[in-house]
């Protein structure tokens, strides 16, 4: 992205980096996806072709795209020029004699098989590519990224983070993200990316992410990022679309954008008419989530966590030996808590040597859905334990077979009222080359939304899964990870049996329960404040409960145990811990006194849209955030000195209504 606008001088780094991060995000006020002005009308004027050039009217000025080589630039209702795209990497072909359309313009790459429209839509430049030919082929495009030194970069890796493209760290092999690609639909919890400078921004969204990958360089020290395409008539990914919007600067504004782009096409779900439907969700609001070991999985242990003042929990354990029974059960919903399972319809096992009863299938149903590559091999499964199981076996076997209904009915009967169904939300999508049940990505993703959406309204149970990609949004009600912007170096770190743990004793592994230290780099680009961003709950927060990753619970890691309470009181989004019933002795007043805090907050805002977020520092350490119609504003201060009375790692939060702020500051709590 690049901007130049001869009218006026341009703002030093230091002036541009001030307004990009100060700049508030409120619906009433954003010009993102609402109509151009009070009366609804859209941005005006038709698509124009002169020479090798469209013009498109977009909100906020006109958008140029070059036919000859994909570059697109846009000219503003301000008189600057913002490169949206340099040209194609590679070229995108040789292109025919452009025509105008209803609604745009369309032309064709005869020696490329590439058939290109342009057109407006709600205020957005929407290109769309279709390979008509019959050999797979890539587009590298939109390129983006070129331009001045103090632009940020939004990615929405977890919750999401907005990076200076010029930052040193960013751009140094011990951020891992130079010269890496990253998988939309798996890698990225929302399809898009961003970029700003000053007041000014690009939004790129791919409702097209199946296929994309997003690859990251660093040139002249600065990064980039370039979207791929890979059209496949086997893969059915043969369409293409970047939809491209001028925003206002604001780090959050391309997640704006994107919810935006849902409500228009029926995509954004809705936690109320989740609660509406299934009652249990409603325990969500103000809830912790934690796994529960040894007696803490017990009436007993359950009991105490009330007695300590803990008013909601979400309770989940594994598909061990000794999962919770039904006076377990029952004392949790007697409390006020949701319950459930761990379970996956992903992996199958030999059930004679299975290493865990949720990939032990009966009859045959291992290896026969098993997924099948190319080379007739079956895909390995996680760690190359079995296989990958195909989402198409299953929903074709189950109006009569009734696989995946009977295994919840043996999970549930204990009385459960939620369920976490690992990976199914996650993204890691397959296509089946197996005749009986073949299956494209696609495909798969279908399946799995319309078995999620069974087992959530059928049996009535508040269903989460993990790291939710945003497709997944209508049919969950919470998901374990998706609020964690994972570095590579994690899973590294996590393999040193020694310092991270392992899986014994049984009735709590260390690898859960003993605290670990992440090293420096992974630390600083996991929980870096000054880089993270709420892109996640600005799209999906009046949807679904975004949680961390069940394995990174808050005692964890204890250097980061203050920003991580600061950053979940911020968002409105829940701690996660595991516990037992030694920990609960040791640590219980510290959950309770943290639960007590969130619990009101999130029961008013919960349901209600993130509404604005402000830097209101220029080292960005002291963040602010509201939801809903004013029902909460959230303060925190991630830094050292106070900042209008607000001391170093402490947050205040105001409910409508309330006259004092409400004050925590977790060190104190953690002593």
Not at 116 to 136: K, P, Y
Not at 267 to 278: H, M, N, P, Q, T
Not at 393 to 404: G, I, N, S
């Amino acid at each position: 992205m690049h901007f130049t606008n001869p009218r006026r001088t341009a703002p030093t780094a230091r002036t541009a980096r001030a307004a990009a991060v100060a700049l508030a995000v409120t619906l009433p006020c954003v010009t993102l996806a609402a109509p151009a002005d009070a009366t609804g009308r859209q941005p005006s004027g038709a698509v124009r072709v002169h020479d090798r050039l469209v013009d498109v009217p977009v909100r906020g000025g006109t958008a140029t795209v070059d036919t000859a080589t994909l570059r697109v630039t846009a000219r503003t209702d301000a008189g600057a020029t913002v490169e949206l795209s340099a040209p194609a990497a590679g070229g995108p072909g040789r292109p025919g004699r452009v025509t105008t359309t209803a609604d745009g313009a369309r032309w064709t790459y005869s020696d490329t098989g590439l058939t290109v429209t342009a057109r407006a839509e709600q205020g957005r430049l929407l290109v769309s590519v279709r390979s008509t030919g019959t050999a797979d082929r890539t587009l590298s495009w939109p390129v983006t990224g070129a331009g001045q030194a103090d632009a940020t970069l939004q990615l929405p890796r977890g919750e999401g983070l907005s990076l200076p493209v010029a930052d040193p760290f960013w751009n140094s092999p011990a951020a891992g993200l130079a010269g890496s690609k990253v998988a939309m639909e798996s890698q990225l919890s929302l399809p898009l990316w961003g970029y700003s400078t000053g007041r000014s921004g690009v939004s790129y969204l791919v409702p097209t992410d199946i296929g994309t990958t997003l690859d990251f360089t660093s040139e002249k020290g600065r990064l980039r990022t370039t979207a791929t395409h890979g059209f496949s008539r086997g893969d059915d990914t043969t369409d293409y679309t970047v939809a491209f919007s001028l925003t206002d600067g604001s780090p959050v504004a391309p997640a704006l954008d994107y919810r935006a782009w849902m409500k228009e096409h029926g995509e954004l779900g809705s936690l109320r008419r989740k609660i509406a439907s299934v009652p249990a969700n409603e325990k969500l609001l103000g809830a912790f989530h934690a796994y529960a070991w040894g007696t803490a999985r017990t009436p007993e242990g359950i009991r105490k966590l009330r007695a300590l003042g803990v008013d909601r929990m979400w309770l989940g354990y594994d598909a061990g030996p000794n999962p919770m029974d039904a006076a377990a059960t029952a004392a949790a919903k007697d409390a006020g808590y949701l319950v459930g399972p761990y379970d996956s319809f992903a992996n199958g096992q030999p059930p004679a040597t299975s290493d865990t009863p949720t990939s032990a299938w009966p009859d045959d149903l291992y290896p026969g859905f098993c997924v099948q590559r190319a080379d007739g091999t079956p895909e390995p499964g996680y760690r190359d334990r079995g296989c990958y199981m195909s989402t198409t076996a299953f929903e074709k076997a189950e109006p009569t077979r009734h696989y995946l209904a009977g295994r919840t009915r043996q999970m549930t009967a204990n009385g459960a009222d939620s369920y976490f169904l690992d990976v199914d939300a996650a993204g890691e999508l397959f296509r089946d080359h197996s005749a009986a049940h073949p299956q494209t990505r696609a495909q798969d993703r279908a399946g799995r939304l319309a078995r999620m959406k069974r087992l959530a309204d059928g049996n009535k149970l508040a269903l989460g899964s993990e790291s939710a990609g945003a497709w997944s949004n209508q049919v969950l009600s919470f998901d374990h990870g998706s609020g964690t912007p994972v570095h590579d170096g994690l899973w590294k770190a996590q393999r040193d049996k020694q310092k991270w743990g392992g899986y014994a004793p049984e009735k709590a592994p260390d690898v859960f329960f003993k605290p670990a230290e992440l090293p420096a780099d992974v630390a600083k680009a996991m929980y870096d404040p000054t880089y993270r961003v709420p892109l996640y709950e600005t799209a999906l927060h009046e949807s679904l409960v975004n949680v961390e990753r069940w394995e990174l619970s808050y005692d964890k890691l204890p250097q980061q145990k203050t920003d991580r309470a600061l950053l979940a009181m911020l968002y409105n989004t829940p701690l996660n811990f595991v516990i037992s019933g030694d920990s609960l002795d040791r640590q219980g007043s510290e959950l309770a006194a943290l639960q007590k805090y969130f619990s009101p907050l999130h029961k008013a805002a919960g349901t209600e849209p993130m509404t604005g977020f402000h830097t209101l520092t220029a080292d960005r350490t002291v963040q602010r955030t509201s939801f809903g119609d004013g029902t909460l504003t959230v303060t925190a201060n991630f830094g050292t000195k106070a900042y209008e009375g607000l001391p170093g790692g402490c947050v205040d939060a105001k409910l409508k209504g309330d006259k004092q702020a409400r004050r925590l500051c977790p060190a104190d709590v953690n002593r």
